[in-house]
């Protein structure tokens, strides 16, 4: 089974600050999507990295893919209220592709 | 372009009852997936619809069955509701459902059972 631990699980922040959250499996992942969730809402695809060392910016977020594709990272610079939610990292299952497991997720808070 | 549509959003049943959901994906998706979230155990994967077939399901027990129509219109249904059936349910859809996939969730469905 592949599992996919992220942390921190909780983060209390105020607007401007920086923060890294992180992904980590001991499994290869052939990608690695991240998701941003709001209350009462369904998951958002914030992106998808594929090869191993990938960097992908999205205005303020910037996603890492880890070398041997077992982890990602997602920095958020300057975080905003609006930056509010919990974030997500899922990834197809091996053999089973179309099945994504996914993070145990981060509930990031980002006050004025 | 329209979203995944699930209905209804809010729901609230009593146990032994049963239960159904209907999720709408985005035109010319053809794989629908189910997903439940609770706070103690997250997302969890129930089953995967492609092109009216079941293609892949989750651990999840007997209860808890899928159709999907020819225009990939997806149902799912929770038989004799128990109080830890309470979640959110989400229905993704994705173009392919292969490697690689990208799914694009509904606002999900609020089953509460009491």
């Known amino acids: 089974t592949q599992l996919l631990e992220q942390s921190p699980q909780f983060l209390s922040i105020q607007e401007g600050e920086n923060l890294t959250v992180y992904c980590n499996s001991s499994s290869v992942f052939s990608s690695l999507q991240w998701y941003r969730q709001e209350p009462g809402e369904g998951p958002v695809l914030l992106v998808t990295v594929v090869t191993g060392g990938e960097v992908k910016k999205l205005k303020r977020l910037t996603f890492q893919f880890g070398d041997a594709r077992k982890d990602s990272s997602l920095h958020i610079t300057a975080a905003q209220p609006g930056d509010t939610g919990l974030y997500l990292c899922?990834?197809?299952?091996?053999?089973?592709?179309?099945?994504?497991?996914f993070g145990t997720g981060t509930r990031l808070q980002v006050t004025l | 372009k329209a979203g995944v549509t699930q209905t209804p959003r809010y729901l609230i049943k009593t146990r032994g009852q049963q239960v159904t959901l209907s999720c709408s994906p985005i035109s010319g998706h053809r794989s629908v997936s189910w997903y439940q979230q609770t706070p103690g155990q997250g997302l969890q994967f129930l089953f995967e619809?492609?092109?009216?077939?079941?293609?892949n399901k989750g651990n999840f027990p007997g209860r808890f069955s899928g159709r999907q129509f020819s225009n990939s219109r997806s149902e799912m249904n929770v038989s004799t509701l128990e109080l830890g059936d309470s979640a959110l349910y989400l229905c993704?859809?994705?173009?392919?459902?292969?490697?690689?996939?990208?799914?694009?969730f509904g606002q999900g469905t609020r089953l509460t059972v009491v």
């Open positions: 619809y492609f092109s009216e077939t079941q293609r």
């Open positions: 993704a859809s994705s173009f392919v459902g292969g490697l690689g996939t990208e799914a694009f």
């Open positions: 899922a990834g197809p299952n091996t053999g089973t592709a179309s099945k994504l497991t």
